[in-house]
């Protein structure tokens, strides 16, 4: 079952003009960054009560960001949602026929996370995500 939103992710194309602007608006500082290797991505992290936000910025020519970014520009790049079993929602989600890009895979912030495709959620790349169980 789907529990809360858990975070906002925007991709950006200079994270140090985006860190600064952020930090205005939301007075606040990133809390944490974190490399994701597999994803091409480094993430940045603020928090905004139960809701987070995660700026995304590319650390290679491969990572699906630069391509996002090539093709749409700085945007909102995906809408993550909590959940508490990965395994068990994807399938419900699959039966009702919502199709995934990828695997269950480790991610950022200690998540096991997997997205729905956009053609099946109107155009809105969600990222389904689990605290990872050590």
Known sequence: MIKKIEHIGIAVKDI?????????LLDSRSY???EVPSEGVKTHF??????????????NENSPIRK???KYGQRM???ALHVDDIHKELGRLKTLG???IGDVKKGADKKLICFL???????????LCQ???E
């Open 68 to 70: 996002f970014l090539s």
């Open 77 to 79: 790049h995906h809408l």
């Open 46 to 59: 603020y928090q905004l009560g139960e809701t987070k936000i995660e700026l995304l910025e590319a650390i």
């Open 32 to 34: 944490k960054n974190e």
């Open 98 to 100: 919502f199709e995934t």
């Open 131 to 133: 605290e990872e169980v």
């Open 16 to 24: 140090h003009s985006s860190l600064k602007m952020f930090d205005q």
């Open 117 to 127: 495709h956009p053609k099946t959620t109107n155009g809105v790349l969600i990222e």
